[in-house]
C-alpha cells in the first residue's frame, strides 16, 4: 500500500478551498531530476449521472513498452460539489484512495486534467503531485484558461499557452489532422520534459496512453454498475 501525504482537510468550504489552493501553489516544483522513467501511471474519474457516486481508476504501464503492469478501480461518494477550478476537491480524494491501493509507485503520473494551467495555478495534476509525492503531468482535452496562438498540424507541434503573460503549458498536437491537448506542469517536472513524456506516451492515439486506457477502464467499472443496479 503506497502513502499519500495529509496535506488538509477535505470537508471544507467554497473560501478556503481557494485559500488552500492559494498556498499549496507556492509548493509546486518546476524541476526534473535525473530519474530514469520506467513507470508512468494514468488517472481518471468518472461518474453516475443518476447519483453521487464517483468511480476512479489508476493504471501503472511499463515505460516505454506502455504494457500494463497493474491497475486499481475504486467507487466512492463525491463529497464535494462540482464548482469549476474546484475540480480537485471533487476528484483528488479518490484518486488518492486508488493510489493507496497500488502496490508499484509509479515515476510519474499523468492525469485527464490541469496542472498549473489553471485560474490560480493549482489543478488537479498538482494538488496530486503533492499529495503522492512523485512528478505529476496535467494533460486535458480542453482550455480552462490562458491564451494561444495557432498549433502546427504535424504531429508533435506545440504552442506555448499563456496566462497574465506567463506561460503555463503548452498546446501539443499529439497526431496529424486532430485537436491538440493541453500540457501543463503538475509537480516535480518541468514542462519541456512533461511536452516530451506526452508525446512518448501516445501510441498513434491523441491521448497518451496511460489517460486513455484509464478512461475505458473507469467507463467500463462505471457501466457494469449502472447494469448491475
Known amino acids: 500500500m503506497l502513502k499519500v501525504k495529509q496535506l488538509h ?3 471544507v468550504s467554497y473560501h478556503e478551498a481557494v485559500a488552500i489552493q492559494n498556498e499549496l ?14 513507470r508512468v501511471a494514468g488517472a481518471d474519474v468518472a461518474y453516475d449521472k443518476r447519483s453521487n457516486e ?3 481508476v489508476l493504471i501503472v504501464l511499463g515505460f ?13 461518494i463525491a463529497a464535494f460539489p462540482y464548482i469549476p477550478g474546484l475540480l480537485s476537491f471533487r476528484e483528488a480524494p479518490i484518486v488518492a484512495e486508488a493510489f493507496r491501493k497500488l502496490s508499484i509507485r ?11 494551467a489553471h485560474p490560480r495555478r493549482f489543478g488537479l495534476a498538482c494538488h496530486l503531485g503533492l499529495l503522492f509525492d ?5 494533460c486535458a482535452k480542453s482550455r480552462l484558461c490562458g491564451t494561444h496562438g495557432e498549433v502546427g498540424l504535424d504531429a508533435g507541434s506545440s ?11 503548452a498546446v501539443l498536437r499529439t497526431r496529424a489532422g486532430v485537436k491538440p491537448v493541453y500540457v501543463s ?26 489517460t486513455r486506457r484509464a478512461h475505458h477502464l473507469v467507463s467500463a467499472a462505471r457501466k457494469r454498475h449502472v447494469l448491475s443496479s
Do not use: M
Open 185 to 210: 506542469v503538475g509537480h516535480l517536472i518541468s514542462l519541456h520534459k512533461a511536452v516530451r513524456l506526452v508525446l512518448a506516451c501516445c501510441k498513434g492515439y491523441r491521448i497518451p496512453e496511460p
Open 134 to 138: 512523485i512528478p505529476t503531468i496535467g
Open 64 to 76: 516505454p513498452e506502455l504494457e500494463v503492469i497493474e491497475q486499481t478501480v475504486v467507487q466512492g
Open 9 to 11: 482537510r477535505w470537508d
Open 54 to 56: 464517483l468511480y476512479a
Open 25 to 38: 501553489r507556492q509548493r509546486v516544483q518546476f524541476r526534473s531530476g535525473r530519474r530514469l522513467i520506467r
Open 106 to 116: 509509479p515515476d510519474v503520473l499523468i492525469c485527464d486534467g490541469q496542472g498549473v
Open 159 to 169: 504552442t506555448p499557452l499563456r496566462l497574465n503573460n506567463r506561460s503555463v503549458g
